[in-house]
């Protein structure tokens, strides 16, 4: 009797067991890593309510193969060890995917642990070549590459500034660097040969010697490789010396932060990004969403949403989330579409077609030109 009982008493407790498990076998948990915290938080934050809105959609429309998704949200704060730590701990979560990270300096490192890992990573907004060019089978990104836009850049400060004084700056991060490098060698290409060339340390405030530097050599046109709060304090105490060069950028300025920090020393800022997302006739009704909330999809919010509509999509044409079969299936099948409009990959995960333009800050806005 006493041994019925103990057997009726494990194989209720294996029942039991069995039950506990039912519910998180009916779901299926992504990531999304950025910056929440630190210096780039602004971008954090886009990411973070890009990541959640695509979620509730999804979720709101039966999930991915009848499974609803679980959003993990890791903070990198843009630093590379943080970025490697992110990883691993997401990787212990059993995630399928990653929607991230935001810096470059971040999704390569981490990227070596999802490939260890064997989980799939798309990008939202890193552009630094080496991401894909020395990737492996699981990184893909939504955005382009600081070659492309390097090349945009370069070759319209060469047009439009024709024998003006050029200094290229840069934070000596993968992106800030590697964006600054490409726009010189277009810029180089062009004809046109910059008078300064300097890095600066990023999460300083005060670029005062910098700014005397350039106001010695009389530059006209400030390209920055970098983000948006050093930019702003670079630029606003340009102003405060009297030196009223351009300052040139690239999509790390979007986001209203930069002017948050500037104010009307901002005004003219140029800076290159893709043609607005918010104005795109695929992302009307998610924008629609988001104006409901009182939430602005500026900079990378729809770039986000894009990464896990693209993710979500090729689960399901795939019938598994397992992540090379959706990485095949990413680069086979397509284009995807999305909020953003369709999007191919390439063999190494990059997008098909990139087309950045410029945009200029006025008045507290950026407006395409």
């Known amino acids: 009797m006493l041994k019925h009982r103990l057997s009726g008493g494990v194989a209720a407790a294996a029942v039991l067991s069995l039950l506990a498990m039912a519910p998180a076998r009916a779901q299926i948990h992504i990531g999304v890593a950025g910056p929440i915290t630190g210096s780039n938080a602004a971008f954090g934050t886009q990411l973070k309510e890009g990541a959640e809105q695509a979620v509730a959609d999804i979720n709101a429309h039966g999930g991915v193969l009848g499974k609803k998704l679980i959003l993990d949200i890791g903070d990198d704060a843009c630093d590379p060890k943080q970025a490697v730590s992110v990883a691993n701990d997401l990787a212990g979560r ?3 995917f990653v929607d991230g990270h935001f810096c470059s300096s971040s999704s390569i490192p981490a990227s070596k642990v999802y490939t260890e890992e064997g989980i799939l990573e798309i990008s939202p907004a890193s552009t630094n070549p080496d991401y894909t060019d020395k990737g492996s089978w699981n990184t893909f990104r939504v ?12 070759e ?9 004084n050029v200094a290229i700056l840069n934070d000596n991060s993968a992106y800030g660097k590697g964006l600054a490098d490409q726009t010189k060698k277009y810029l180089n290409a062009a004809g046109m040969k910059e008078v ?3 890095a600066y340390v ?4 005060d670029y005062s010697a910098l700014v005397s530097r350039m106001k010695e050599a009389h530059i006209d046109v400030i390209y920055i490789g970098g983000y948006q709060t050093e ?10 010396q009297g030196l009223n060069a351009t300052l ?7 986001t209203n932060e930069f002017w948050q920090i500037t104010g009307k020393t901002g005004e003219g800022t140029l800076m290159t990004f893709p043609p607005d997302p918010r104005k795109r006739p695929a992302a009307a009704a998610v924008v629609k969403e988001f104006d409901a909330k009182k939430i602005d999809p500026e900079g990378y919010v729809l770039y986000t949403y894009a990464a896990i509509q693209i993710w979500a999509e090729a689960a399901k044409k795939a019938g ?3 992540p090379k079969k959706v990485a095949a299936e990413l680069k086979s099948g397509g284009p995807w579409k999305s909020v953003l409009g369709p999007i191919g990959f390439d063999k190494k995960g990059d997008i098909t077609k990139a087309d950045y333009v410029f945009y200029v800050w006025h008045d507290g806005n950026y407006h395409e030109m």
């Open 143 to 154: 955005c382009g590459r600081d070659d492309q836009q390097g090349k945009v850049a370069g």
């Open 94 to 96: 059993g995630v399928a």
């Open 156 to 164: 319209f400060i060469a047009k439009h500034f024709k024998g003006k």
């Open 248 to 254: 040139v950028g690239g999509d790390a300025l979007v």
């Open 320 to 322: 598994s989330i397992t």
């Open 231 to 240: 930019s702003g304090y670079i630029i606003r105490q340009a102003r405060e």
């Open 202 to 205: 990023p999460g300083e405030r």
């Open 196 to 198: 300064m060339d300097a």
